[in-house]
């Protein structure tokens, strides 16, 4: 079947950078000036002036306005400017899938993803609102002490838990393998902070069934990504990585208010990742490395599943440290540490490992990576999800 | 120690300001359960919404239902993170669904020991927690073990 209505192959990544990565507060920089270094840091990777710039594309509501980042790097043709709804990491591949579709149509010509946090100069994530009154689909949780995302996830995670009988060593391995990963990348916050099994299951809960090393952390920093369209995948030093596939969704009612999803124990992934492999044109056995968003290391497990790699009643067998963490393992997981000990990057920092997987690049480099897949954002809505391919697999 | 499952000092629930859930409020405060219910399809609706998501009817009614349900998750929460729970302690949150009405679900506490063993497929019985002493007062539907 002769398709046009697709991202497969049309567009590839030109550069990538991340600044320095903070613990939440200890950025020295302003938010919007995070953004403009890692914008810059990836045209320097690319090898491109920040003026061939003509399109920004991000999510979660970034802060950082795209015409005022134009203003400030003096571009002197914005083509495109996109949000994605929603969702917060959930929208991390859903940007790049806006990106890669203002490629692919014509729209722009270079494109930078990117996204810029300061949870110390903005609220954190992970606090309660304080307010004296609240109202909405808040009031319906938020007087029974429910109102954090690990405690809005902790019972999707049970009842899947519960349904497939997954033992909490599940969870353990997908954490135990990011502070792995995380002592061989110095840009990790956690590197030098390694984990072993004792430490994490001495250390608190957060909420059953997260450990306080299930959860994510809250971090400063900013991180983006240059796509231009394929005709230029020689133009640069890295090795070609093209975008084979991304796009965003969710299930039947997921946004259902006041946890009334149908389907509830699940990841959100179920209707994505069938698309995202038809896109791709690759199956579930060809992923090579993923790099999977940890808000909750539950999120990770279901997301897998989800995916085709591990079959729901097998995460006991499949999820273990060397499993997650070697080249011969079944499927080497979050290979820069990811939102757990590289830093929170709201999930853009799992891309852009996702990215340097397929350039040789990774400081745990998998060997004959080809197909390197990313999913962003599970348990939210709507999810997404991206697939980065080598040269070999167009 | 406070009559009330959690500690005080949590925002106040109030109905939103279109509307939309000020039955499933005001119920309670008369010990009722009240959810949303299609007059075209007869289907029931949690979270309320301004549309039936079955027969797209704007004709939306609200009806008591029996406060007893089924736990379909539940978690213990352990780490604070609102100052008026410092000193909480452990808690534990349900998520609450009804057969009786399409299985839609509610959230709420589990009362009793905080380190009880939980159990999804659980049957509970509602109990209306009346919070009296704030301005306005308001009412929250808990849950035991029924």
């Not at chain 1, 940007?95 to 946090?117: H, K």
């Not at chain 2, 239902?65 to 100052?83: A, F, K, L, Q």
Request: a negative charge.
């Amino acid at each position: 079947m002769s398709n046009n209505r697709t991202l497969r192959g049309k567009s590839v990544v030109a550069g990538v950078a991340e600044t320095t990565y903070y613990k939440r507060g200890e950025s020295p920089d302003a938010e919007f000036k995070l953004a403009l270094k890692a914008i810059l840091g990836a045209c320097e990777n690319a090898g491109i002036s920040p003026k061939e710039i003509d399109g920004f594309s991000s999510y979660s509501n970034d802060r950082s306005d795209p015409s005022r980042i134009a203003a400030a790097l003096g571009i002197h043709d914005l083509r495109f400017a996109s949000m994605q709804w929603g969702g917060g990491g959930g929208g991390a591949s859903g940007a790049l899938a806006n990106a890669a579709s203002a490629i692919s149509t014509g729209m722009a010509e270079c494109v930078v993803v990117f996204r810029a946090l300061a949870q110390g100069q903005f609220g954190r994530f992970g606090q309660g609102r304080q307010s004296k009154f609240t109202s909405g689909e808040p009031a319906h949780t938020s007087p029974f002490g429910l109102m954090s995302p690990a405690q809005m996830f902790a019972m999707k995670v049970n009842r899947f838990m519960h349904d497939h009988g997954v033992k909490q060593e599940a969870l353990r391995a997908i954490s135990l393998a990011a502070y792995h990963h995380a002592q061989n990348n110095p840009r990790a916050v956690m590197h030098g902070r390694p984990l072993d099994a004792e430490k994490y299951d001495n250390s608190r809960w957060i909420v059953e069934p997260f450990h306080l090393y299930d959860c994510c952390q809250e971090n400063d920093g900013a991180a983006a990504m240059i796509l231009v369209p394929a005709e230029r995948a020689k133009d640069f030093d890295h090795p070609p990585c093209y975008v084979l596939s991304a796009l965003s969704g969710s299930h039947y009612r997921a946004g259902a208010p006041v946890h009334n999803t149908p389907d509830y124990g699940t990841s959100t992934f179920k209707t994505v990742a069938p698309r995202l492999y038809d896109m791709a044109q690759v199956k579930p056995s060809d992923v090579d490395v993923l790099q999977s968003y940890e808000n909750f290391t539950g999120g990770v497990l279901m997301s897998v599943v989800e995916h085709g790699l591990c079959a729901p009643d097998e995460c006991n067998e499949f999820f273990t440290l060397e499993n997650l963490t070697s080249s011969s393992g079944k499927l080497p997981l979050n290979t820069s540490g990811g939102n757990l000990a590289e830093c929170y990057m709201h999930g853009l920092g799992l891309n852009v490992e996702g990215v340097r997987q397929v350039w040789g690049e990774s400081t745990n480099q998998i060997k004959d990576v080809n197909v390197s897949m990313v999913t962003s954002g599970p348990m939210v809505t709507p999810v997404s999800s991206c697939i980065f391919g080598s040269e070999a697999t167009l | 120690m406070s009559e009330y499952y959690l500690n005080p000092g949590l925002a106040i629930p109030r109905a939103q300001a279109d509307g939309l859930d000020k039955a499933y409020w005001d119920g309670l405060a008369e010990d009722k359960l009240i959810i949303q219910r299609c007059l075209s399809c007869k289907g029931w609706q949690w979270g309320p919404e301004w549309l039936c998501h079955r027969c797209h009817s704007f004709d939306l009614g609200y009806e008591e239902i029996e406060s007893t349900g089924v736990i379909y998750s539940h978690e213990r929460v352990w780490h604070p993170i609102h100052p008026a729970l410092k000193d909480q302690g452990p808690y534990v949150v349900v998520l609450v669904e009804f057969p009786q009405a399409d299985y839609v679900r509610v959230v709420g506490n589990l009362l009793g020991d905080p380190l009880q063993p939980l159990e999804i497929g659980a049957k509970v019985k509602g109990v209306f927690e009346h919070h009296t002493d704030t301005d306005p007062v308001y009412t929250l539907l808990q849950w035991q073990l029924a």
